[in-house]
Nanobody, 129 residues
Framework: QSQFVESGGGLVQPGGSLRLSCVAS????????VGWFRQAPGKEREGVSC???????VSADSVKGRFTISRDNVANTVYLQMNSLKPEDTAVYYC???????????????????????WGQGTQVTVSS
C-alpha cells in the first residue's frame, strides 16, 4: 500500500525555522511528482511547493524565498525547509504525490491538491510567540 509518513512539525517562534520530512513507503519517489500542501483552520487546503520528477519546482507566492522543497530518492523522502516563519504559516502540512504515468508535470504544476492522489496524514506547524 502506498503511503507517506510526515514528521518535523511543532511549535516555533516567528522568524524561526523547521524542516518537515515525508518518507514514502510502498512506492519509489523516482516515478512521482511530489508536493507539500497545507490547511489552516477554516480554510481550504492549498499548495505550498511542488517538485516534478525532473526537479522542476513551483511555489506559492506567500512562501517564495522562505520555503524550499527537495527530495532524496535514495532515502525515498521529500523535505520542506521552512525559514522566516510567520504566524500565517500556521497550518497542518501534508505531503502528497502523483505517479508520472498518471499525470504529466504540466498537468500538476499548478500545485493544486486535486492533482495529487497519494497523501500523508499531516503534521501540525504552529508559529506563535
Amino acid at each position: 500500500q502506498s503511503q507517506f509518513v510526515e514528521s518535523g512539525g511543532g511549535l516555533v517562534q516567528p522568524g524561526g525555522s523547521l524542516r518537515l520530512s515525508c518518507v514514502a513507503s510502498g512506492f519509489s519517489l523516482d516515478y512521482y511528482h511530489v508536493g507539500w500542501f497545507r490547511q489552516a483552520p477554516g480554510k481550504e487546503r492549498e499548495g505550498v511547493s511542488c517538485l516534478s520528477s525532473g526537479d522542476s519546482t513551483v511555489s506559492a507566492d506567500s512562501v517564495k524565498g522562505r520555503f524550499t522543497i527537495s527530495r532524496d530518492n535514495v532515502a525515498n523522502t521529500v523535505y520542506l525547509q521552512m525559514n522566516s516563519l510567520k504566524p500565517e504559516d500556521t497550518a497542518v502540512y501534508y505531503c502528497a504525490a502523483v505517479d508520472v504515468t498518471h499525470s504529466s508535470w504540466p498537468m500538476v504544476s499548478s500545485c493544486a491538491p486535486k492533482g495529487y492522489d497519494v497523501w500523508g496524514q499531516g503534521t501540525q506547524v504552529t508559529v506563535s510567540s
